[in-house]
T-cell receptor, first 112, second 110 residues
Framework: SQTIHQWPATLVQPVGSPLSLECTVE??????LYWYRQAAGRGLQLLFY??????ISSEVPQNLSASRPQDRQFILSSKKLLLSDSGFYLC???????????FGQGTRLTVV | DAKTTQPPSMDCAEGRAANLPCNHS???????VYWYRQIHSQGPQYIIH???NNETNEMASLIITEDRKSSTLILPHATLRDTAVYYC???????????FGKGTKLTVNP
């Protein structure tokens, strides 16, 4: 069966520090991968999605970037975190069009 | 932006049916309607999806109007554990994007 792993579960980082969040999927090939962010009390904001290795679409201009070095690995990065980067970050995967997406358990990031 | 409209909040008594509406008046012919829910501090959970016909699974039923401009998610016997934010989503233009709106916060009361 397919599983999605996202880590760490919680993270506290100082302003200006770098960030690397990793997400991996097991049990499937060539998934679509997604990064979302949810600020406190807000809805889910799509940040990036990827339909294949090195094929990444950015939805919102910001100081975050995403990479997909392997088929089932999706990484969210920042060179310098801002206070406004705090939030709940979720990774998700799906297969081709018109199939459901499955979410990881999320990383709660607090920038201090 | 999401192409759906949902009420911001709803209440339901435990054991009763919860009917959550969603308007998607600009839906295209090949776009599916998806429903997810998010329990506090967890990742969203897939519930059900459909194109034209009504759908039912072990979690819920999805009723889509004939003109496909609106749909209703039905939880037949709501429990306290169904308290969550429910998102109605339409896949945008056949793309791979999955964009969430603000959803409906459903509170199931004892």
């Amino acid at each position: 069966s397919q599983t999605i792993h996202q880590w760490p579960a919680t993270l506290v980082q100082p302003v200006g520090s770098p960030l690397s969040l990793e997400c991996t999927v097991e049990g499937t090939s060539n998934p679509n991968l997604y990064w979302y962010r949810q600020a406190a009390g807000r809805g889910l904001q799509l940040l990036f999605y990827s339909i294949g290795i090195d094929q990444i679409s950015s939805e919102v201009p910001q100081n975050l970037s995403a990479s997909r070095p392997q088929d089932r690995q999706f990484i969210l990065s920042s060179k310098k975190l801002l206070l406004s980067d705090s939030g709940f970050y979720l990774c998700a995967w799906s297969l081709q069009l018109n199939t459901e997406a499955f979410f990881g358990q999320g990383t709660r990031l607090t920038v201090v | 932006d999401a192409k759906t409209t949902q009420p911001p909040s709803m209440d339901c008594a435990e054991g009763r049916a919860a009917n959550l509406p969603c308007n998607h008046s600009t839906i295209s012919g090949n776009e599916y309607v998806y429903w997810y829910r998010q329990i506090h501090s967890q990742g969203p959970q897939y519930i059900i999806h459909g194109l034209k016909n009504n759908e039912t699974n072990e979690m819920a039923s999805l009723i889509i109007t004939e003109d496909r401009k609106s749909s209703t998610l039905i939880l037949p016997h709501a429990t306290l554990r169904d308290t969550a934010v429910y998102y109605c989503i339409v896949r945008q233009g056949g793309s791979e994007k999955l964009v969430f709106g603000k959803g409906t916060k459903l509170t199931v009361n004892p």
